[in-house]
């Protein structure tokens, strides 16, 4: 079966950039999309199709996938920005989804 | 605004059955596919199913395949996941989702709050 592969954690001060990976072999002809999840809420989409903002999100999110690889970078991170954040994309034939296992994102 | 209600959650025996159901409202539903995500407790997100707009195109992921069944009823705005022969991995929290873009299904956007599944003797 398809499988996604994000690190585990990620750690940055405040105000610095956090760059999550996630790696699949079917990302350079399926688009990334990335979700945040904070504790006992919901997901949340941050970007869909590699790179676009969803509105009412930040602009210091953004997405890259580089064939792959995908990219969520934060720029300028936040302590609100502390989350679980999961990537997410189909198999090559688009009929199962697929969540990466999540990174925790630590800001301090 | 958009909301989905999931419903139907609980405490079963393992071998037993549960229909959870989600209630949409704010959008037109008949023209989304919609999923089941679950998570179980401490753990990452799993996707469990999908049904297109019509229901006439319907995936599972292999860990449910042939206990779990999507349903929709477009009138009632309305889904539905049957799961019988319930284990103790399938503990977790349901969530339905609509898929974007409408008529197609690609992405999660967005979910409801999600229903406690607890599969335990």
């Known amino acids: 079966s398809y499988e996604l592969t994000q690190p585990p954690s990620v750690s940055v001060s405040p105000g610095q950039t956090a760059r999550i990976t996630c790696s699949g072999d079917a990302l350079s002809r399926k688009y990334a999309y990335w979700y945040q999840q904070k504790s006992g809420q919901a997901p949340v989409l941050v970007i869909y199709?590699?790179?676009k903002g969803p509105s009412g999100i930040r602009e210091r999110f953004s997405g890259s996938n580089s064939g792959t690889m995908a990219t969520l970078t934060i720029s300028g991170a936040q302590v609100e920005d502390e989350a679980d954040y999961y990537c997410?994309?189909?198999?090559?034939?688009?009929?199962?989804?697929?969540f990466g296992g999540g990174t925790k994102l630590t800001v301090l | 605004q958009v909301q989905l209600v999931e419903s139907g959650g609980g405490l079963v025996k393992p071998g037993g059955s549960l229909r959870l159901s989600c209630a949409a409202s704010g959008f037109t539903f008949s023209d989304y596919y919609m999923s089941w995500i679950r998570q179980a407790p401490g753990k990452g997100l799993e996707w469990i199913s999908y049904?297109?707009?019509?229901?006439?195109?319907?995936y599972y992921a292999d860990s449910v395949k042939g206990r779990f069944t999507i349903s929709r009823d477009n009138a009632k705005n309305s889904l539905y996941l049957q799961m019988n022969s319930l284990r103790g991995e399938d503990t977790a929290v349901y969530y339905c989702?609509?898929?974007?873009?409408?008529?197609?299904?690609?992405?999660?956007?967005?979910w409801g709050q999600g229903t406690l599944v607890s599969v335990s003797s």
């Open positions: 049904i297109s707009s019509s229901g006439s195109a319907i």
């Open positions: 199709e590699d790179s």
């Open positions: 997410y994309s189909t198999d090559s034939s688009g009929n199962h989804r697929v």
């Open positions: 989702a609509r898929e974007e873009p409408p008529g197609a299904g690609n992405w999660f956007d967005p």
